[in-house]
Structure formats: C-alpha cells, structure tokens
C-alpha cells in the first residue's frame, strides 16, 4: 500500500513562473491537507480539501496560490507568479475521514526554489 | 492561541547516549493533542506518538519514551542509546481538539546527529 505521494520531489522555477505540485493520497484517503515548511520554520498548515471540495483555506495566501482535489486525479497545489519567498518545502498529508481517531500520512514533500 | 516550542535547534550525541528533546506548547483549550514526528534525511514525515491531554501516562516504545508534564506544559522526547539511524529532526506538534490534520501547530524542530 503504497504512502502519500507527492511529485515533483525538487522543483526549480523563476521568478514570475507557475508551480504545480502534485499530491497522490494513501489509498482510500479522501481527505488533503497542504502544509508548507520555510526554511527553518515548522510546518505550517495551508488549505485542507474533499474530494472537489475546499473545506478550510484559512492557511493559504490570498494571492497567487490556489488549490484543487478533483474527482479523479491528485491534489494540485499552485502557485502563479512565484517569488523567492515562495521558496520552501511544500508536505501534503492525507487521512481517511476527519474524526478523532483519523491518523495523518504524510508525503515526503516537494521542495520549491525559485531562482 | 497555540505555540509549540523547540527551544533546541541542534543536538549532537554519540552512538549509545540517551537525548532527550524538548518540547514546550501553550494552549488555552483544555482538551488537546500532542505529537511527534521524525524527518529523517529522506525528507518525508514519519509520525511517532499522538497523546491526549486527559493522558498523562508516559509512554515507552522500544528505547523512545515520552514524558508528559501538563504543570509544565512539556511533552519531551527521550532516545535511549541513540543509534545512526535516530539522525534526524525531530518536530513536536499540537493540535487542539484533533479532528483530523487542518489544525497541526509544529514547532521549528531539533536537528539530532547521532555521530558513530
């Protein structure tokens, strides 16, 4: 059973391009989480998504970043017109429903630097 | 509002030594959950320990234990005779009322080398 899975693991992009970056969850998991990890910082929580739902974005910048879990395919996280500070480690985490006894996968995070 | 705090940046032992990792939270809510997760060099995020706070039973599993100290408000993080592949940051993280990952507060992490 094959764990959270994120692509790409690096990505380079300069400055004003778009980043897409990928998130495959755990089989059965239906439920997204983006967290987002600067450079000695902790992981700091993004947007939670359903299946083509946003369900809390509390997390994510109001510009430039948008995010999408479609009915079929992975979540998307974008990032238009990056900047240098966009810079970071971006983890996807995924659980099978919201209750309290969920646990949380992570991925092993895609790493962003903008150039 | 929550803040978790790992005040140690870095930490170097020897193979064998036992570490301990601290982790100080702040929170108003009297229900909460606190977390460990390991990032070894491989980069992904390997979760260890959830505990509640109506639980303050320490906990051992193998040569990790963990210590929960509501007065202190601490929940550290023990290595018993550290090995090679205990390299890693450690993050400690709180959630409060867990109902699933959208509310995770992670501290900035210990970076531990264990040195052969």
Known sequence: ??????????????????????????????????YRQLPEEGLKFMVYLQKENIIDESGMPKERFSAEFPKEGPSILRIQQVVRGDSAAYFCASTTTNGENTEAFFGQGTRLTVV | AQKVTQAQTEISVVEKEDVTLDCVYETRD??????????????????????NSFDEQNEISGRYSWNFQKSTSSFNFTITASQVVDSAVYFCALSEAWAGANNLFFGTGTRLTVIP
């Open chain 1, 1 to 34: 059973n094959a764990g959270v899975m994120q692509n790409p693991r690096h990505l380079v992009r300069r400055r004003g391009q778009e980043a897409r970056l990928r998130c495959s969850p755990m089989k059965g998991h239906s439920h997204v989480y983006w």
């Open chain 2, 30 to 51: 009297t229900t909460y959950y606190l977390f460990w997760y390991k990032q070894p060099p491989s980069g992904e995020l390997v979760f260890l320990i959830r505990r």
